[in-house]
């Protein structure tokens, strides 16, 4: 019997310890693609300081992610590809600094009250909002992502979908369909995440179409949240969403210098850094 016993607790630990290291690996590949994406490239003695894990464990990371089409390995490290996250699926965009973007999505939260109506904009930080608000019993959400508008269909929440042309990578409804259903409806607050964030040239993402329909987003709106984590600064997309200065509350988890403080504090943006 005690051998049995031993034998099925050693088993029950060996299990856990597997999906103990899955995670940890997640976290680990969602770090060095935020270092990617910030210097350009990683070296993998560094990574061990920075991630706490070993060469050769840093090393199959790298592979895996090249596997991917996330990276190229060099002797030593890693350099950026091109362009990082094209072909990368939702679930996977948002396990990429998972840990910053669950402090903004719970700072968020506190911001929605039962009998809101609020507008999900597409995104991996939106989606993991629409994931910790499904306890709402008084809500409407209005949305232009497939996933959310699926996530909250279980759930005591009122889901509105904006119609509109497919951008299939994202699962996102965007064109003048959606422009259209968007300037008929008025809601409390939006909840928005963007591919970039300059503060000279204002919001951006990859896609115009996706672009002009987050900017009929802002102005169905009563006030307008940005969610963003620290890999999104100084980086510029295609499409121009809107001034910084047409945001009104940022959440974010990026360390602002005294300037970049002082140029939201002129246009009037309150900032929240998480």
Do not use: W
């Amino acid at each position: 019997f005690c051998s049995i016993r031993f034998n099925q607790i050693s088993s029950m630990v060996q299990q856990k310890g597997a999906t103990e290291n899955a995670l940890f690996q997640e976290e680990r590949l969602g770090k060095i693609i935020a270092l990617l994406e910030k210097e350009g490239r990683v070296v993998t003695k560094d990574l061990v300081e920075t991630l706490g894990a070993t060469p050769v464990t840093l090393r199959k990371d790298l592979l895996l992610l090249e596997k991917r089409g996330l990276l190229k390995r060099t002797h030593g490290g890693a350099v950026k590809v091109k362009q990082l996250y094209p072909g990368l699926a939702l679930n996977e965009k948002e396990k990429i600094n998972l840990e910053e973007k669950m402090r903004i999505v719970r700072k968020a939260v506190a911001f929605i009250s039962e009998g809101d109506t609020i507008i999900l904009d597409a995104g991996s930080t939106t989606s993991l909002l629409a994931k910790e608000i499904k306890h709402f019993k008084r809500l409407v959400v209005i949305t232009n992502a497939i996933n959310i508008a699926t996530e909250l269909s279980n759930t005591s929440i009122e889901v509105i979908m904006v119609g509109g042309n497919l951008l299939k990578q994202g699962a996102t409804l965007v064109g003048p369909l959606a422009d259209e259903v968007l300037r008929k409806i008025s809601a409390d607050k939006l909840f928005m995440g963007v591919d970039g964030v300059d503060l000279k040239v204002g919001l951006t993402t990859p896609d115009i179409n996706e672009a002009k329909t987050s900017r009929v987003m802002m102005e169905a709106a009563g006030e307008v949240f940005l969610l963003v984590d620290s890999s999104k600064f100084g980086r510029r997309s295609l499409g121009v969403i809107s001034d910084v200065k047409h945001i009104d509350k940022l959440i974010t988890t990026k360390r602002l210098t005294g300037a970049e403080f002082q140029l939201l504090l002129t246009d009037r943006v309150e900032v929240y850094m998480v």
